[in-house]
């Protein structure tokens, strides 16, 4: 469609005075054109204003202006150049300092003192080789990390993928052990410090969770989980050191995700503790939280709440989103009440108005239609 | 293209075709066309002095070389009359002759490196001598880049020496122009390298590598080129003068006076590179007369492009409507989504307001009111009312709903004033025999009425191309900022309507440019603006509770205060006025005009301006101003006025 005609369909759908169109169709324009449209479901003639303006007929006259400031106002996008902003700076933000302060540690040194010392700095590039980075998903993009640390980091550190088979694990340890021969270091051919990097957490439920089986027995599940299995078959050779530090880092996290993770990991260690090989030390990082108002508030935004519950089809549940504890999905899995749309994919932690599609065979309430549609990885 | 409304027109336009594309003949005219003798601009230093975007950088790229050889070629190529009218402005200026260029005319840009010259640490002289050195070198640089963009083989181009610059050009490099320039390359190369470095050299190594002063200017007269018998003649262009400091400033206008500089030379300045005395007494006394903004002295001729004198302030007003109108039409051309709709023009702006039922119910009562309040006689009422409609009767641009009664209302409080107040025991009056009326319907009572409707009951009033054009007052950028908010407005219906309608009503239009006025006033951001805004404020008090008499003494009110000339010449007693005055005039916060006649003495105007006025609902027509002192007014600035 073009968009002239999108524009002027907005402006019928909505009412506008003339001024108020002018205002809005800048806006418009400049977001649609340095972020909106790049939303990888949109395609040619069917991009961002004409997705708006067939998400807002859904709503009764009255309701759209609400829907469209909650668009206008609250929607946070992050575009594919942010997230890679947030890849470029994971190294230096988030793994280097802790590097440092380990080896200043090690030395009784302040970190700024590592690299006077030529011995501090020989250790700062052990103590790096000795850094494992797993992704979790293809969302923690590992190749731009790698092409961003050219030089730092050696691709035999970096994994896309967390079960990893034995030949793998094997292959690993074998290239560690060459490099640290170069380094003419003496520590032994184990990882320190594994990182499992993903994109985003909204919950943290992905990545650590309890579920109640058929049998009414409580289970551990989710990736660490799956990860920690990987490492325990990873072979005859030692992989980690005996006080290896996990580091749990996601590009973009929320609070909530941070606290449960946090929580949980302490739990399931506790709980599974002679299951698998724990390690000594946990960190969850990121390089992005959103703030502690950043979700929507039920109460503050009453006129928003009181649509996601108007505008609703239950038919969009599934098993998958009942996992979040919350039925209801009008606030997101499990309630996190999200107004994020990455480029990639809408996470379904965001309000479902912003995603969900009523189907045919599924739909028992409301026709729902999604502003960016989400692509559905679990049915 | 990218949007001509947003851009500064002399910035972004690549080559000189799209230059040539938005110019306006007009716009030269209302500063060029003072001048019957196009000779006294090629032989005499001029200095072009004005606010930023009144049009000064856009006047040196026309009068440029190539510009104007592009302009001929145009001419021939098209049939478009603006390209025809420029170029016979081009004849009338002396730049053309027979269909040949006989000017040569470059431009360069006083940037700041050459302020670094000054803080090198040498010693007056010599850094005077460098930044005068390095003028003749980008000068001698320009032309040779005017003759490669014209087409012109430079190594056939030879120097035409003034009558006594012979040896000096040998000096410089002798009589092919090739030479010169390599000179002139190596003099640039080595000062521009010398503002860069940390360390300068000692003035004599400097000196050394130099090999004395370069001073093309007082050597050169002409150039001969390949193909042309006559000789043209060089026109040196330096714009953005201000950016001198004093003593340098002085310096080049010292330079350029000299009796053996015979090309043409121009130079064109922001007003803050004037000193106070010369911004804001200057005309009002000494030898040397102002005349249309122009003062001209044996040597130089100082062109105030936006000072006109009283007297031909509504001359050039008009000029302005016309060139506003052709500019307007010019940018809107050059927007796609406009052009191919048919949308160029803002002359289908509505000018003749529509009121609400609300508002017309309100303006109806303001006779009643007034004629019980003040005690008119109802005959006379009726005679007034008589008149008022028989003069709105004859006009198509006032709603009579409104305006009609609100001018009624007016004029009975100016009976009222003229008419012996009776005592209250006076049991017999007679109201048969009431005073005569004296008082008259015209434009400026209407003018009156339309502000007093605004403050009243917000009944907008500012409409039409050239109510938005004479906000502009006669600048260029202050202009295209308050149309392109129409403009956008218009884009907007026609993507809403899609009906290529060329009209806005005048609430949206008045709505649009009080906005705009209002963001302008925000984000004046030039040296001293936080005293400027509050002399503006204090302006505008005085202004509106003038205008909103009511007997709307002044007709359509004030929007300018008047201080008396003589008192106005102590001006430098109050420093810190005066510089708040030097930039708000220099930033067009306001106008000086002096030598307004008024209640038998010569007044010194300040007219708020466009921006102002929009903001603040005041009137557009010129002369109404409320008298001040200059102790008020630094009152304001020190925020102790009641």
């Given amino acids: ?379 | 293209m990218p949007n001509p409304f947003q851009q500064r027109a002399s910035e972004f336009r690549r080559n000189e075709a799209e230059f040539l594309a938005t110019l306006a003949p007009s716009l030269f005219r209302m500063t060029l066309d003072h001048f019957d003798d196009p000779q006294e601009l090629l032989t005499k230093t001029v200095t072009f002095t004005a606010p930023p975007g009144s049009g000064k950088t856009t006047l040196s790229r026309f009068f440029q070389y190539a510009t104007l050889k592009r302009l001929l070629e145009q001419v021939q190529r098209t049939s478009d009359e603006t390209y025809e009218e420029l170029r016979d402005l081009a004849i009338e200026r002396g730049f053309v002759q027979d269909d040949r260029l006989i000017v040569c005319g470059a431009r360069i840009s006083f940037e700041r490196d050459y302020r670094e010259l000054s803080l090198i640490g040498y010693t007056p002289q010599r850094s005077h001598e460098l930044m005068l050195s390095l003028v003749g070198a980008r000068a001698v640089l320009a032309w040779r880049q005017a003759f490669i963009d014209a087409g012109i083989d430079c190594s056939q181009v030879r120097v035409i020496p003034t009558p006594l610059g012979e040896a000096r050009l040998e000096h410089l490099g002798g009589t092919e122009f090739s030479d010169i320039v390599e000179r002139a390359t190596d003099v640039e190369r080595i000062i521009y390298r010398l503002t860069a470095s940390f360390i300068p050299p000692s003035e004599d190594e400097l000196l050394q590598q130099l090999g004395g002063q370069f001073y093309p200017l007082l050597a050169i007269d002409g150039f001969a080129i390949p193909g042309q018998e006559e000789p043209v003649r060089p026109l040196l262009m330096i714009d953005d003068a201000h950016w001198a400091d004093r003593d340098q400033h002085h310096a080049l206008m010292t330079h350029l006076t000299l009796r053996e500089v015979t090309i043409a030379r121009w130079v064109l300045q922001r007003m803050e590179a004037l000193a106070p005395n010369d911004m804001l007494i200057w005309g009002q006394s000494g030898a040397t007369p102002v005349i249309d903004g122009i003062q001209r002295q044996r040597t130089v001729v100082d062109i105030r492009m936006t000072q006109a004198s009283e007297d031909m302030r509504s001359g050039v007003r008009r000029k302005f409507r016309r060139a506003a109108a052709e500019i307007a039409a010019r940018y809107m051309a050059h927007i796609p989504d406009l052009s191919r709709n048919g949308i160029t023009s803002l002359a289908g702006l509505e000018v003749r307001p529509v009121a609400t039922a609300k508002q017309i119910e309100l303006a109806q009562r303001l006779p009643e009111v007034a004629a019980q309040n003040l005690g008119i006689p109802p005959v006379q009422v009726e005679q007034i009312r008589q008149r008022v409609y028989d003069f709105i009767g004859k006009q198509t641009d006032y709603n009579v709903e409104t305006v009609a009664p609100a001018m009624v209302s007016i004029l009975l409080h100016r009976q009222f004033k003229h008419t012996p107040q009776h005592s209250l025991f006076d049991a017999h009056k007679d109201e048969s025999l009431a005073e005569e009326v004296v008082v008259e319907a015209g434009p400026e009572v209407a003018a009156g009425a339309q502000v007093h409707l605004w403050h009243k009951f917000a009944v907008p009033y500012l409409g039409g191309l050239d109510v938005v054009a004479d906000l502009g007052m006669e600048n260029v950028e202050t202009f295209l900022q308050l149309a392109w908010q129409l403009v956008r407005l218009l884009e907007t219906q026609e993507v809403i309507r899609g009906d290529r309608s060329t009209s806005l009503t005048v609430k949206q239009q008045h709505d649009a440019l009080m906005k705009e006025g209002k963001r302008i006033m925000q984000e004046w951001s030039f040296p001293h603006a936080v005293s400027v805004r509050k002399l503006v404020n204090g302006m505008v008090d005085l202004c509106v509770k003038r205008s909103l008499e009511p007997n709307a003494p002044l007709g359509g009110g004030a929007n300018a205060i008047g201080i008396e000339q003589t008192k106005f010449a102590q001006i430098l007693d109050h420093p810190k006025l005066a510089e708040a005055l030097r930039f708000g005039i220099a930033y067009n916060a306001f106008t000086l005009t002096p030598g307004r006649k008024a209640k038998g003495k010569l007044w010194t105007l300040l007219e708020l301006g466009g921006p102002v006025i929009a903001a603040c609902g005041l009137t557009t027509r010129r002369g109404g101003f409320v008298t001040t002192t200059l102790e008020a007014l630094s009152d304001m600035i020190s925020g102790a006025t009641a």
């Fill in chain 1, 1 to 379: 469609m073009h968009e002239q005609t999108a524009l002027r369909m907005l402006n019928q759908v909505m009412g506008w005075s003339l001024e108020r169109s002018q205002e809005e169709f800048q806006w418009l324009r400049l977001i649609s054109a340095v972020k909106y449209d790049s939303y990888r479901d949109f395609l040619a003639g069917m991009r961002f204003l004409e997705s708006l303006v067939g998400w807002l007929l859904q709503f009764d006259p009255s309701d759209r202006e609400v829907a469209y400031d909650f668009v206008r106002r609250r929607l946070t996008f992050i575009s594919a150049v942010e997230r890679e902003r947030l890849v470029d700076n994971m190294y230096p933000r988030i793994v280097l300092p802790r590097i440092l302060q380990d080896v200043a540690d090690d030395h009784h040194i302040a970190p700024w003192q590592v690299y006077t010392s030529d011995k501090a700095r020989h250790d700062l590039e052990v103590a790096r080789r000795r850094t494992l980075f797993l992704g979790l998903s293809d969302g923690a993009r590992l190749d731009s990390f790698r092409h961003a640390n050219v030089g730092r980091i050696s691709n035999e550190q970096v994994v896309v993928g967390t079960q990893l088979d034995q030949e793998k694990w094997g292959d690993l340890i074998k290239d560690l052990k060459k490099d640290l021969g170069k380094l003419d270091s003496t520590k032994p051919s184990t990882f320190d410090t594994i990182y499992l990097v993903d994109d985003f957490a909204g919950s943290g439920t992905s990545f650590l969770r309890t579920e109640t089986s058929d049998q009414g027995k409580t289970e551990w599940k989710g990736k660490l989980l799956r990860f920690l299995r990987s490492l325990n078959s990873a072979g005859p050779e030692r992989v980690h050191s005996d006080d290896w530090k996990l580091v749990v880092h996601h590009l973009i996290m929320t609070h909530k995700a941070v606290e449960h993770l946090e929580k949980a990991i302490a739990q399931v260690r506790g709980d599974l503790k002679d299951e698998y090989p724990w390690f000594a030390k946990f960190e969850v990082t990121c390089s992005y939280l959103f703030p502690t108002e950043f979700p929507l508030d039920a109460k503050t935004e009453a006129e928003f709440h009181r649509l996601t519950k108007k505008y609703y089809d239950p038919g969009i549940e599934t098993d998958a989103t009942k996992k979040g504890g919350v039925d209801h999905l009008g606030m997101g899995y499990a309630a996190c009440a999200l107004p994020l749309v990455l480029d990639h994919n809408t996470p379904n932690n965001t309000v479902a108005l912003l995603w969900a599609e009523s189907t045919a065979k599924k739909r028992k309430g409301h026709h729902m239609r999604p502003l960016f549609r989400r692509r559905q990885r679990h049915s």
